[in-house]
């Protein structure tokens, strides 16, 4: 098969969807033409509006496109998560996470996985220099700059953007990130996963993205998320402090 990414391999990118019936014929039909070489799976939790149904027509002319059905929803951390395993099982080299409501271009896709030539995992950054949001209310914006800027702080990671969802990730990084044990769901997945890779030591690389918000449908952002990934990062930090400091007396002691 000739692959289009020679430096990378075999591409696969998962779409999570729930509730995305007016969005997953447009980003799926987006991302076929923008990166022709890519194989598509979408992982969708039961969406009541027959959003799986859809994902099951285009997948039905198209070899490319695959569907996970999953029982019920759980979340996006969750069908992320069964989505790698999928990708591990058949053999991928890279994986893409991507949201179904067109906020992730799939013609910026490309410049993600070149980037990837060169590091283990590529961060879709709005919040680097190139990076931009449209049409984001005040709120959402304060939210995104000041989350990352706790999260850059709590944790002392130099990541500009963590909690963006728009990602590639080379499987041999991912086998190491021992996700089996992620427990985090919303936004704190991406969180999660971006702070495995900065304590692995792996080459995280921030690609300047245009995010734009969601045209059609409903968002499932909600409190509990913003809650959740609060408490985590609060948590990974003090305990990333305290194995530190305890390091630290360890190496006083035994220095004498
Ligand atoms: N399979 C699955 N997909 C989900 C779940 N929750 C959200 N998604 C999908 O994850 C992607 C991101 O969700 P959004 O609702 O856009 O969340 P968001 O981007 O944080 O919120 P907005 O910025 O308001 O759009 C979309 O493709 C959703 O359909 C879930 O529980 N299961
Ligand atoms: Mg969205």
């Known amino acids: 098969m000739s692959e289009a990414y020679p430096e990378v391999g075999r591409v696969l990118v998962i779409i999570p969807t729930y509730n995305e019936i007016e969005n997953i014929r447009i980003i799926v039909d987006r991302l076929r033409r923008a990166v022709p070489a890519a194989d598509v799976l979408v992982a969708d939790d039961n969406s009541p509006d027959g959003t799986g149904a859809i994902a099951d027509e285009l997948a039905a002319v198209d070899p490319r496109i695959h569907v996970m059905h999953r029982r019920e929803k759980l979340g996006l951390g969750a069908a992320y998560l069964a989505g790698f395993g999928w990708a591990r099982e058949r053999e991928y080299d890279a994986v893409v996470e991507m949201d179904a409501d067109g906020s992730h271009a799939p013609e910026e896709l490309s410049r993600l996985l ?80 971006a702070w495995r890779a900065h304590r692995n030591g792996f080459r995280v690389a921030e690609v300047p993205i245009t995010f734009v918000e969601r045209e059609r449908g409903a968002s499932k952002m909600s409190s509990s998320i913003v809650r959740e990934a609060l408490w985590r990062v609060t948590v990974w930090g003090a305990r990333a402090r305290t194995t530190a400091l305890r390091r630290r007396l360890a190496g006083q002691r035994a220095g004498g």
């Open 114 to 193: 070149d980037a990837l030539a060169d590091a283990d995992v590529v961060l879709g950054s709005r919040w680097v220099r190139g990076g931009k949001v449209v049409n984001w209310p005040l709120h959402r914006l304060v939210l995104s700059r000041g989350g990352n800027l706790y999260t850059r702080l709590a944790l002392g990671m130099p990541i500009h953007d963590a909690t963006g969802g728009y990602r590639a990730y080379r499987m041999t990084a991912l086998d190491k990130m021992d996700t089996g044990t992620v427990a985090s769901q919303g936004y704190c997945f991406q969180v999660d996963l």
